[in-house]
């Protein structure tokens, strides 16, 4: 890995991490609007442009019509309410094509030059697969939903958003080093590390966990916080058989799982704020964990928003794009603890 600062490639990803991101904040959208079966076919290499004219617009709706959102949600829909429902998930396939031609050609173009080789060419070569593998999981996330059901499977849909996340985290990481790879002189960041990587674990423990909220619209009944239907704990929760799918399948329990989650991640970051800011020199690494820590309580705040006013989709769009910015802030305390910066 090379320790000497590369700001044009740090630039070049610090570009890709604000795509996917966005990618990840459209996808959220599509799922919110319901727009994400609006297009039932999927050319990955030649669908890159939208319909051009009436014909062409009749006959993707024609296609549309042939399957069960159409048949059992949306059949009194015209053609300007297709049209209202399949921008946005042109949008988000398009972005997607988009942001792997950005990463890709100038990945090539810097490789070719000889200023990325080694481990991170392979590094940022996997990281293109899996971008690859992720537009696959999205199809197959979006076939789940043409079947018997408008609806798409919330397990796939959970695993879509956690291939973004970690493709995400994969390219910022990559991006730290490119801005700054020296290792530091402080030897009070070691013993912060692990704790801070249980908790970016946590984090994204719970965007998954917020993913099957989503994929169930469990966030569209009990809306009260912090009782659940008058109790801490609904009489319903763990009451679905098997009890091992309760975790991923029964309402109420994702529900309450993802509230315990959320409650774990404020406390930790707080704890463990606290502590990086009590301990260290003044510094960056400081800024950042004080940063996480409002960032904490920000996204506790949109969260409880987002439940008592049954998920607004202005208000559960910047919930999700909160968690990613949690996450993000706490990638960075990693990247700095790990190379003891302060």
């Known amino acids: 890995m090379n320790t000497h ?58 296609r549309y019509r042939e399957f069960p959102e159409f048949k059992i949600v949306n059949h009194g829909m ?59 999981i999205g199809w197959i996330m979006v076939q789940s939903g043409l079947m018997d059901e408008p609806r798409v499977s919330p397990y796939r849909l959970t695993l879509h958003l956690g291939f973004a996340v970690m493709i995400y985290a994969s390219v910022l990481w990559l991006m730290l080093t490119q801005f700054n790879a020296v290792m530091g002189d402080d030897d009070a960041c070691k013993k912060w590390v692990v704790p801070s990587g249980l908790l970016g674990g946590l984090i994204f423990l719970t965007i998954l966990s917020g993913g099957l909220v989503a994929g169930l619209d469990a966030g569209l009944i009990f809306n009260t916080f912090p009782l659940m239907d008058g109790r801490w704990i609904p009489t319903e929760y763990m009451a679905y058989q098997p009890v091992s799918r309760s975790f991923f399948e029964h309402v109420p329990t994702v529900q309450w799982d993802h509230r315990m989650l959320a409650s774990l991640v404020l406390f930790a970051v707080l704890l463990l704020g606290w502590q990086v800011r009590r301990q260290l020199p003044p510094g960056g690494t400081r800024w950042i964990a004080g940063a996480l820590m409002f960032m904490a309580l920000v996204q506790v705040g949109l969260g409880i928003s987002t439940l008592l006013l049954a998920v607004p989709i202005p208000l559960a769009s910047m919930h999700q794009g909160g968690a990613l910015v949690l996450f993000t802030l706490a990638l960075v305390l990693v990247y700095r603890l790990v190379h003891r910066q302060v």
């Not at 966005?22 to 290499?45: A, F, K, Y």
């Not at 030059?113 to 481990?119: A, Y």
């Not at 590094?123 to 992720?134: D, H, S, T």
Request: net charge positive; glycine share 12%; with cysteine.
């Open 5 to 62: 600062p590369n700001k044009d490639i740090a630039y070049w990803l610090l570009i890709c991490c604000i795509m996917i991101f966005m990618m990840v904040i459209i996808g959220g959208l599509t799922r919110l609007t319901e727009s994400g079966l609006s297009m039932v076919d999927w050319r990955p290499v030649v669908g890159w442009l939208p319909p051009l004219n009436l014909a062409e617009w009749e006959a993707a709706f024609a």
């Open 78 to 136: 015209d053609l300007a309410g297709f049209k209202s429902i399949f921008w946005l998930e042109y949008i988000h396939r398009l972005l997607g094509r988009v942001t792997g031609v950005v990463f890709l050609l100038p990945l090539l173009f810097f490789m070719i030059r000889g200023r990325i080789r080694g481990r991170l060419a392979l590094g940022l070569m996997g990281i293109f697969l899996l971008g690859a593998v992720q537009g696959g």
